[in-house]
C-alpha cells in the first residue's frame, strides 16, 4: 500500500473528519489567542495528514486490526516488562536477542526506558533528551528502533516508549539555540528575569527532588537580557528545562516527535511527567486543565494519524486527581476515555507495600473505591516495582503522616522487626522520604538466600504475594526488570552519589537468570511461581481489566480481598501475616485458579503471606 492508495486517502478523510474537530476545539481553547491561528490550525492538520499518509504499511495494517479489538491491552494474556536497555542487554540488538527470554515469560508489551539521544554525562537515566529523532549512540543506531519494533511485532508483543514531553536536555538544539539567544527558541521554555518572579511561583510548588536538586528554577545567565537576570523553569533536575507549552510551536514540536515514532513502530507512548506540562502563577502546576487539553488533543490528533497508537500518562498524583488523566467528558464533566488509555496506578502500588509492612488491608480496600470511577475502555497500569522510588506520601489524603513515616523507616530496615532491605530517599517539606530498593530486597530477600530457610521463603512468599495480588487487579501488570528472579538491590559501590534511585536499577544477572528453572535456588522457586501465575491468568476472564475490583467487606483483620467479576467470578485473597488463617466465604463452591481443584469455601486457609484466587459460584 503506497500513500497514493485510494483507501489510505478515504480512510483518512473519515478520521480528520471524526477526530480534527475534537482537536480543532481544544487547540483553539489552548491557544486562541496566537497570531494567524487558522494558519497554524491548518499547518497541524496537515501534519497529522502527511503523516497518516507515510505511515507504513504494516503499521496502517496493526492500526486496523487494534481498532476492531479495542480492548486488547485489557486482555487478562497481557504482560509488560519494564527495563533500561544497557542494564538489561547492552544495545537495542542485544534486547532483541532476549525477546525469546521475555516471550518464555508471557511477555507482551515490551517498555525499554529512555533510549533516545540524551545528554552526555548526568542524564536522569536518559530522561534529559537531547535528541527526540535519534537513539542513544551507546544503545544502538537509530535504525535500531524501527527494526525492535518490527521485531517485538513479530513477536507478539508491543513497544511502548517514554516521550520527555515535560522537558529537553539542556543539550537539546532548542536548549542551546535559546541559551546562545535566538529568541524563537528562548520562547519553547519558562524564563522569569526577577528573583521576586521566582519566589511568587515557588510559593505555591511542591518539589521533586527536595534533597539533591531543590527548587524549580536553575539561573541560566545565558539567558539573560539587557545586563539583567535570567532563571529558566526546571521541575526535575537543572539540566531538564521545561518546556512552555502555552506556546503552540512547541505543542507542534512535539506532536511531530510523537508521529515520528508512531511511525517507527511504537505502540504506546508514556508521557512523562504528564501533570507537570501547563503552568499558571499561584497554583501547584499540577495537573491544570490545560494539561488536559494538550494530552487529549494529542490524543485526537493520534487517532487520525496513527488510531492504533495508546498514551499512557505518568501521573503520579493525589488518587482522586489521577482518574481525571482518563478523560472527562467536555458537556457533563464525567469521566470519558478522551485522553489518556492507560495511567499508573501508583496509589494501589503505594497501598500494597503499606498493607504488607503494617498488615492493614483498610487503605489499598479504600483505594480501590476511589479508583473505580475510571472509564471502562481505560485501564490501569498495575505493578509492584519501577525505576522510581516508592512515593508514601501518594497516600497523605488517606493516611496520616506519623505512619508514612514508619512505614518508610520500616522499608530502610530502621524499625525493629523490620525485614526490609531498602533506603530512605528525598522528603518534601517534613513529608515522608519515599523508599529505594528492588522489590526483592524490600521483602527481605538476602543475596544467596535459599528455599527452606524460613527467611528466604517469606521473603519469597512476601513477593509472590505482591505479584499474585497484582496480577489480579484490574489492568495491565507491568513486570519490572528482574523481579523475575528475585533479583536483589544493585551493588552499594556501584551507585552514583547523591542518586540512590540506582539501588534499584541493577544490571540483569543472567546466570541467576539461567538458573531460573531451579527450584531449589531463590530465583528459580520464583520464576516458576510467576510463571504459574501469569499462564494461569491468560485463561481466567474474570482478570479482563475492563470492570474495576471490588473490595470484600467482612474479611478479618490482616486480609486484603477483592472481588472481579465477569463470567467466572474470581476473588483474591492474600494474608498479610506471617499466621496462618483461615477464612469462610459467601459461596456454594470453589476452585483454586491456581492450583486447579476444588475448595471448601466455609473453611479456606490462607498460609502466612499467601495469596489465592479463588473462582466463586454464588
Ligand atoms: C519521571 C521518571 C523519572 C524522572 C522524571 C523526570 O517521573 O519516571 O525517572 O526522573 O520523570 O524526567
Redesign the pocket.
Known amino acids: 500500500m503506497t500513500s497514493s492508495h485510494p483507501s489510505r486517502a478515504t480512510d483518512l478523510r473519515a478520521r480528520l473528519e471524526r477526530h480534527w474537530p475534537t482537536a480543532e476545539a481544544l487547540l483553539r481553547r489552548l491557544y486562541g489567542d496566537a497570531p494567524a491561528l487558522g494558519d497554524w490550525l491548518a499547518g497541524v492538520r496537515d501534519t497529522v495528514s502527511q503523516a497518516a499518509l507515510d505511515r507504513p504499511a504494516a503499521l496502517a495494517e496493526r492500526d486496523a486490526r487494534r481498532l476492531v479489538e479495542p480492548d486488547w491491552f485489557q486482555r487478562p494474556d497481557q504482560l509488560g516488562y519494564c527495563f533500561y536497555v544497557d542494564r538489561f542487554a547492552g544495545t537495542l540488538p542485544g534486547v532483541q536477542r532476549r525477546l525469546g527470554y521475555l516471550a518464555d515469560l508471557g511477555v507482551t508489551y515490551l517498555h525499554p526506558l529512555p533510549l533516545l539521544a540524551m545528554q552526555p554525562g548526568d542524564n536522569?537515566?536518559g530522561?534529559a533528551v537531547a535528541d527526540y529523532r535519534s537513539v542513544e549512540p551507546r544503545l544502538g543506531r537509530t535504525e535500531d528502533l524501527a527494526a525492535l519494533a518490527e521485531a517485538a511485532h513479530a513477536a507478539g508483543m508491543s513497544l511502548c516508549l517514554d516521550v520527555?514531553c515535560n522537558h529537553t536536555a539542556r543539550d537539546h538544539a532548542w536548549a542551546r539555540a535559546a541559551r546562545s539567544g535566538d529568541p524563537h527558541y528562548r520562547a519553547y521554555y519558562h524564563v522569569l528575569d526577577s528573583a521576586d518572579a521566582v519566589a511568587t511561583y515557588e510559593a505555591t510548588l511542591g518539589q521533586v527532588f527536595p534533597k539533591t536538586a531543590p527548587g524549580n528554577f536553575t539561573p541560566e545567565p545565558s539567558l539573560a537580557r539587557d545586563g539583567g537576570q535570567a532563571w529558566v523553569w526546571t521541575t526535575?533536575y537543572p539540566y531538564?528545562w521545561d518546556l512552555n507549552y502555552a506556546n503552540p510551536a512547541v505543542f507542534q514540536e512535539m506532536l511531530e516527535v510523537l508521529l515520528h515514532l508512531a511511525n517507527q513502530g511504537v505502540d504506546i507512548f508514556r508521557l512523562?511527567?504528564t501533570p507537570f506540562l501547563w503552568k499558571a502563577p499561584g497554583t501547584s502546576c499540577r495537573g491544570l486543565p490545560q494539561t488536559h487539553w494538550v494530552v487529549r488533543a494529542w490524543r485526537a490528533l493520534l487517532a487520525i494519524a496513527a488510531p492504533g497508537v495508546l498514551l499512557k500518562g505518568?501521573a503520579i498524583v493525589d488518587p482522586d486527581d489521577v482518574v481525571s488523566f482518563f478523560g472527562r467528558d467536555e458537556a457533563s464533566g464525567l469521566p470519558a476515555a478522551n485522553e489518556c488509555h492507560l495511567a499508573y496506578n501508583n496509589g494501589m502500588m503505594t497501598a500494597l507495600w503499606l498493607a504488607q509492612a503494617t498488615g492493614d488491608a483498610d487503605p489499598a480496600h479504600a483505594l480501590l473505591d476511589r479508583l473505580a470511577g475510571r472509564p471502562r475502555q481505560a485501564a490501569w497500569i498495575t505493578y509492584v516495582r519501577c525505576?522510581?522510588d516508592i512515593i508514601w506520601d501518594a497516600l497523605a489524603t488517606l493516611i496520616p503522616h506519623e505512619a508514612l513515616h514508619r512505614v518508610s523507616a520500616f522499608y530502610a530496615g530502621a524499625l525493629p522487626g523490620s525485614y526490609a532491605l531498602g533506603a530512605a530517599f528525598q522528603a518534601d517539606g517534613g513529608g515522608a522520604p519515599s523508599t529505594n530498593g528492588m522489590a526483592a530486597s524490600l521483602v527481605g530477600l538476602r543475596p544467596g538466600g535459599r528455599p527452606g530457610e524460613p527467611d528466604t521463603d517469606a521473603a519469597l512468599a512476601r513477593l509472590l504475594q505482591l505479584y499474585q495480588v497484582t496480577l489480579a487487579l484490574d489492568g495491565l501488570p507491568v513486570l519490572y526488570m528482574g523481579d523475575e528472579v528475585a533479583l536483589t538491590n544493585a551493588p552499594l559501590s556501584s551507585l552514583p552519589a547523591g542518586e540512590g534511585r540506582w539501588l534499584h536499577r541493577p544490571d540483569m544477572d543472567w546466570d541467576r537468570a539461567a538458573g531460573r528453572d531451579d527450584d531449589a535456588t531463590a530465583a528459580g522457586a520464583f520464576h516458576t511461581a510467576l510463571r504459574r501465575l501469569i499462564k494461569a491468568r491468560a485463561g481466567l476472564p474474570a482478570l479482563h481489566g475492563a470492570e474495576p475490583a471490588q473490595p470484600l467487606a467482612g474479611l478479618p483483620a490482616g486480609v486484603l480481598g477483592f472481588r472481579r467479576t465477569g463470567s467466572r467470578p474470581l476473588l483474591c485473597l492474600a494474608n498479610l501475616t506471617g499466621q496462618t488463617v483461615t477464612i469462610s466465604l459467601p459461596a456454594a463452591s470453589g476452585r483454586d485458579a491456581v492450583a486447579e481443584g476444588p475448595i471448601d469455601p466455609a473453611a479456606l486457609p490462607l498460609g502466612p503471606w499467601q495469596a489465592r484466587w479463588i473462582e466463586v459460584s454464588a
Do not use: I, K, L, T
Open positions: 536522569d537515566g530522561f520527555v526535575f531538564q512523562d511527567s505518568e525505576h522510581d
